[in-house]
Nanobody, 115 residues
């Protein structure tokens, strides 16, 4: 089973940047996709960026060009670099992975973007 722990959230002004990190541990033998989602009280959890089973990065349209996703195989982490943040992107950001039909979620990290 895979365990995921997020870090790097915080408070930033609109237009600022944050880098989130997801530390991955446990049985990664069958790990396929891994990436980041976000959720607010008003909106259901939504995809932000993700590595597919083929290793290609996938971005939701609203973040393309501002966010980037990185794998650090040495640290066993997946980082989300977020630039030019907007207040509407205030949310809890979750790391997610799947190994076949088995899904794992971290506990999330709060990102607050002030206007």
């Amino acid at each position: 089973q895979v365990q995921l722990v997020e870090s790097g959230g915080g408070l930033v002004q609109a237009g600022g940047s944050l880098r989130l990190s997801c530390e991955v541990s446990g049985d990664m033998t069958n790990l396929e996709g891994i990436g980041w989602y976000r959720q607010t009280p008003q909106r259901s959890r939504e995809l932000v960026a993700r590595f597919s089973i083929l290793g290609d990065p996938i971005f939701v349209d609203v973040v393309r060009g501002r966010f980037d996703i990185f794998k650090d195989n040495h640290k066993n982490s997946v980082d989300l670099q977020m630039d030019n943040l907007e207040p509407e992107e205030t949310a809890v950001y979750f790391c997610n992975s799947n190994s076949g039909v088995l899904y794992a979620w971290g506990r999330g990290t709060q990102v607050t973007v002030s206007s």
